[in-house]
């Protein structure tokens, strides 16, 4: 995963080597060590492929505007159906900072 700017509307894709397709799964990204943003349900696109799984999500502006710039560390926690849980290593990106705060929007 690369890193990306604030105030972007990035797509993170992650790779895994376990298929998460009917499992439950939250992707967690966390600053300073204090939690920022938690992804699950609905918003992921969990993948099966040949060797283990495809977890996609795109964050916000608002989202990305809630970290400060510096390091990022991201997470992938899970829990199958027969309750077996288990948590990726630490993903760690950066948040590389813009020039002026807030949410834009498209002019019509």
């Not at 992650?14 to 298929?19: A, E, H, L």
């Not at 502006?61 to 710039?69: H, I």
């Not at 829990?79 to 630490?90: C, E, R």
Request: charged fraction near 20%; charge should be negative; glycine fraction near 8%.
């Amino acid at each position: 995963m690369a890193g990306f700017r604030r105030g972007s509307t990035p797509t993170n894709t992650f790779n895994c080597n376990v298929d998460l397709s009917s499992a439950t799964v939250f992707v967690t990204y966390a600053q300073n060590n204090k939690v920022i943003g938690e992804k699950t349900g609905a918003v992921l696109t969990v993948t099966a492929t040949t060797t283990g799984s495809t977890v996609e999500l795109e964050l916000s502006q608002t989202d990305t505007l809630a970290f400060q710039k510096g390091l990022v560390e991201v997470q992938i926690r899970y829990v199958m159906s027969d309750g077996t849980a288990d948590a990726s290593n630490i993903i760690r990106v950066d948040a590389e900072r813009i020039l002026k705060d807030g949410v834009i929007s498209y002019a019509v």
